[in-house]
C-alpha cells in the first residue's frame, strides 16, 4: 500500500499533543482500534490521530472507505465538532480553514457537472455563510477572521488553541505588529483576555510615551521648561510675586485633602484680589475639600463636567455617576466673572494621549476663555500631561505649573514644545 497522505479536509481539525497521542495508543492498545479510519480518493479524510496511535501503539491500523452521501467536507467537520468542545472562535477558524476548500470542491463540481455529489445541505449563500453554517459558528465571526488573518495572522495560532476570542483578536489586530508582538511575548501561551490585553497596551503606550519625552528633552529639542516647573507646588511660593495670578485652574489628586488646602493657601498669598482658583474634585471628597480651601479662601461657585462617555460607577453608594465638579473659590473681595459663563460644561472625555487622567483640553479651554484675558496669568499647580498650559499656549494666556513627577513634567513639556502656536479662532 503506498504512503498515506490527508485529506484536506482532515487538516482543518489540529492533531493531538504528544501526551494526548501517548493516551489515544494506550488505549488502542488495550481495547483495540474501535473507530476504523476512513479513507477517501486514497487520502486519509478522517482519523489521522488514530492513525499516529497505531503507529505508537504498534497496531496495524484498519481502514474504511467513505462512501457517505454529498459532500465529504460537510461530513467531516460535522463528526469532527461532535468529538471536540471548541468555542464559537474556535470553530470560526475553522471555518475559515474550510472556505479555500468550500471554493475548490465548488470549481471541482462545476468541471465534472452532476458526477460530483453536492453539499448535502443544499444551502446557497457566500462561501463564508455557508462554512459558518457547517462549522455552527457566526457569519460576523468568519468575516471577522478573513479580516484577523489578512492584518494580524500571528494570532490565527492564538485563537485556534482557545487563548483568545474573536473579539479580543480583533483589538489586538488593531494595534500596529510591535505592539503586538510585545502583548504576544508578555502573555507566552497563557489565555488572552480584554481585561489583559488592556492593562498590556496601557504598558506599552506609557512606556513609549516616556521614552518619547526623555529622548526629546535628551536630544536638546526642549528649548526651555516651557513654564512647566519639575517638583512641589512649593516651588511656586518663590516663583510667584503676591497677587500676580489672574487664576489657578488645576487637577489634584481627589483623596489628598492636604494638598487642596495647600493649594487654597497659595492662591491666598498669590492671587489677585477677587481672583479664583478652580480645582477638580470628587463627589466623595467634597465636603472635606471644600472644608480645605475654605478655610484660606471664599467659597465661590460649583461647576458641573457632564461626562461625554461612559458613567462612572461609584460602588460604595451604589450610584452611576454622570458628572464630576470643579469648585471655585475666592479671594476676597468677590467679583463677578468678566463674561457671563454656564456652570454646566459637556466634558471631552479624558486625554490619556499625554497622561492617564488627563482631562479634555474642551472643558479647561472654556473655564479659562471666559475667566480671564488674553496675556493674564493661569497656574497649575498639578498639571500632569500638561492639558491646562497646552490651552493657555493655545489661547494667548500665560502659564505657569509644576508638576512633582519629572517623566510626566518631560511627556508636558514635550507637548508644549511640539505645540504650534494656533491663533483663537
Sequence with gaps: ?????????????????????????????????????????????????????????????????????????????????????????????????????????????????????????????????IAARLTKTNSAYVRSMKTISKNAPELIAKVRAGLLSIPDASKLARLSGPERKKILLQCNGTPITAELIYDLTKQIKIQARERAAKAYAKNGKASNDEGILIGDMSLLWKKLDSNSVDLFLTDPPYSQIKLYERLAELAAAKLRPGGLCLAYSGQLYLPAILEAMGRHLTYWWTFAIEFSGQHCAIHPRHLQNKWKPVVAYAKPPLKHAPNWLTDILHGGGRDKEHHDWGQHESEVEYLIEKLTEPGQLVVDPFCGGGQIPAVCKAVGRRWMATEIDKTTALIARKRLGEQNRLSKK
Design 1 to 129: 500500500m503506498k504512503k498515506l497522505t490527508l485529506h484536506p479536509a482532515c487538516k482543518l481539525f489540529p492533531k493531538l499533543s504528544k501526551e494526548e497521542l501517548k493516551e489515544l495508543a494506550a488505549d488502542i492498545k488495550a481495547k483495540g482500534l474501535l473507530n476504523l479510519i476512513v479513507l477517501y480518493e486514497g487520502q486519509i479524510l478522517d482519523g489521522r490521530n488514530r492513525f499516529l496511535a497505531c503507529k505508537i501503539a504498534k497496531v496495524k491500523p484498519r481502514f474504511v472507505q467513505w462512501a457517505g452521501k454529498g459532500s465529504p467536507l460537510e461530513w467531516v467537520v460535522s463528526e469532527n465538532l461532535i468529538r471536540r468542545h471548541l468555542t464559537s472562535s474556535q470553530r470560526a477558524v475553522v471555518a475559515l480553514d474550510l472556505l479555500p476548500l468550500l471554493e475548490k470542491e465548488a470549481r471541482k463540481r462545476q468541471t465534472l457537472g452532476k458526477n460530483l455529489p453536492k453539499v448535502a445541505s443544499k444551502e446557497k449563500g457566500k462561501a463564508s455563510q
